[in-house]
């Protein structure tokens, strides 16, 4: 390029080449730190599994991506499922599940794109994925879900038994993932209510279901048993037709046992009546015991679990956490007060002290323990799809640089995404069982019991208990991570009751001056 413009040149080019040197070397440094944002889609991506599949990413703006780093990882940073950096793969770091079954997708790099195929899908490729793109000390992620499907085998019919003058045909198909939506059908193609139905997985997570109905004599009896993926646009059906030969016959011993019955039906009426009425008082004072017991069995947990509360909980100091402003990074946005976090899309003009969070998106609290019993609470509702993590740290937590949060590195959590909850331990993240979503999450610290347990502060259910062994020996802080679509919010003291000033009356002029009685 210079070889070809130097011809144009003006004869005296002394001080503006320079000028022109210095400003494209400011250009370049401009360049070097644009921002930028990765988006995946918003939408699971389904595979079929044995098939290849392409889980898509890329940059906005469409930027070069040829010299960032891409890293594809699923629940631990350190060890990723494909890595791409200074224009190579790597692979020394590599999930053994994957090796030799993942490719990154160059051909789009310089165009922002850095899809990553997955070859051959397996069942445990199913589940959520990070792509995470660095250029220099600047990161984004995006975070998909992988949804894996298997049409198994077509279904296959076989006749049962005899049943309320009808006969019983049933419907089996194996092999799906994951369970499928199996429906009988008449032959105008409306659904027909089905009378036993079972599902089952086998060793290898594919299911069987199997559905029965029950088919009366009639002059049209095709029927057809459906099985449809719920993730995939297939479905295998088979139709039967039954004719009314193989139906049960009427017998002349019947009509006989049907006029005897009608001769008997006057003394079977009084008879039946008698016993509906027996079976009546009887159903009542079985209703009433079953009542007292039920109530008596509810107080019973009530006081368990109040018991069970007062112990973890009552006794403790409530502390009304406030977040370090000189702690948040930069992509944080903090309330006046410190008492709400959220994630802006653009990085503030903030000083880069020791103290501050430069890489992930974290905050700690001002407060600091050593001792005690301590509690508090943090609302976490917020949108679907809303990524957070909430706990507690040690002093001494690594803030610069990058952090895979854990035991091991003095962080104590729970993680949210996608309206699921996981316990951040190592080397995997546990999954929560909830019986209720929480909308506030205590955080309970105990010194003396040596834990820190999460409790759903809406029902008291206690969601996960750490041991304090990796933070022992250091001051603890509340630790806070908020990614998009997410905000927190602390609780804050209640007010103090309202003093009038001294120029204020306390009564009104025309009540009588009272005195109150002295305090026992």
């Not at 003006?10 to 990765?38: D, E, M, Y």
């Not at 017998?251 to 079977?268: D, G, I, K, Y």
Request: net charge neutral; charged share 20%.
């Amino acid at each position: 390029m210079l070889v070809s413009s130097r011809s144009r040149l003006p004869r005296v080019t002394s001080v503006p080449a320079c000028v022109v040197i210095f400003f494209f070397g400011f250009h370049v440094r401009q360049l070097g730190c644009t921002r930028f944002r990765v988006l995946g889609p918003d939408h699971p991506i389904v595979a079929v599994m044995g098939e290849d599949v392409v889980l898509p990413c890329h940059l906005s703006p469409r930027l070069n991506a040829e010299n960032m780093e891409v890293r594809w990882f699923r629940t631990q940073f350190s060890v990723y499922v494909h890595l791409y950096h200074s224009g190579q793969d790597h692979y020394s770091s590599q999930m053994p599940e994957y090796q030799e079954r993942t490719e990154f997708l160059k051909e789009g790099i310089s165009a922002g794109n850095a899809s990553l195929r997955i070859l051959r899908t397996r069942l445990s490729d199913e589940g959520q994925y990070q792509c995470l793109i660095k250029d220099g000390d600047f990161y984004e992620e995006a975070t998909l879900e992988l949804n894996v499907a298997v049409s198994g085998s077509s279904p296959v019919l076989s006749v049962e038994d005899y049943q309320d003058g009808g006969i019983r045909v049933g419907c089996r198909a194996s092999g799906w993932y994951p369970k499928p939506e199996m429906l009988w059908r008449d032959f105008q193609g409306r659904q027909l209510p089905s009378f036993t139905e079972s599902s089952s997985q086998d060793q290898n997570s594919f299911f069987e279901v199997e559905k029965s109905i029950v088919i009366q004599r009639n002059a049209k009896q095709n029927v057809s048993c459906s099985v449809r993926n719920t993730r995939l646009p297939q479905e295998k059906d088979l139709t039967v037709s039954i004719s009314d030969p193989i139906f049960p016959k009427d017998s002349p011993w019947m009509a006989a046992l049907f006029v005897t019955l009608a001769a008997c039906l006057p003394s079977l009426v009084v008879v039946f009546l008698f016993v509906l009425r027996l079976r009546a008082q009887h159903a009542v004072e079985l209703e009433k015991r079953n009542a007292e017991i039920r109530d008596r069995d509810m107080e019973i947990q009530k006081h368990a679990a109040e018991l069970r509360w007062r112990n973890a909980v009552v006794p403790v100091e409530e502390a009304y956490i406030t977040l370090d402003e000189d702690t948040a990074h930069p992509q944080l946005i903090l309330s006046a007060g410190g008492k709400s976090v959220r994630r802006g899309h653009t990085w503030q003009a903030v000083p880069d002290n020791p103290e501050r969070y430069d890489t992930f998106s974290c905050v700690l609290g001002r407060e600091t323990f050593v001792s005690g019993r301590h509690f508090w609470e943090v609302d976490v509702a917020t949108e679907e799809g809303g990524i957070w993590a909430m706990g507690v740290a040690k002093e001494s937590t690594k803030r610069k640089g990058w952090i895979n949060p854990g035991p091991r590195v003095g962080i104590l959590a729970l993680y949210h995404w996608g309206g699921k909850y996981w316990a951040v331990t190592s080397p995997d993240h546990t999954a929560l069982a909830l019986t209720q979503t929480p909308r506030r999450i205590r955080v309970y610290l105990d010194f003396q019991g040596q834990e820190v347990a999460f409790f759903n502060a809406d029902n008291q259910d206690l969601l996960f208990t750490f041991p304090l062994a990796p933070l022992s020996g250091e001051r603890i802080r509340p630790w806070f991570r908020v990614q998009q679509m997410a905000q927190l919010h602390l609780k804050a003291p209640p007010s103090p009751p309202r003093v009038p000033s001294a120029e204020e009356p306390l009564l009104p002029s025309s009540s009588p001056l009272q005195t109150l009685p002295d305090s026992a």
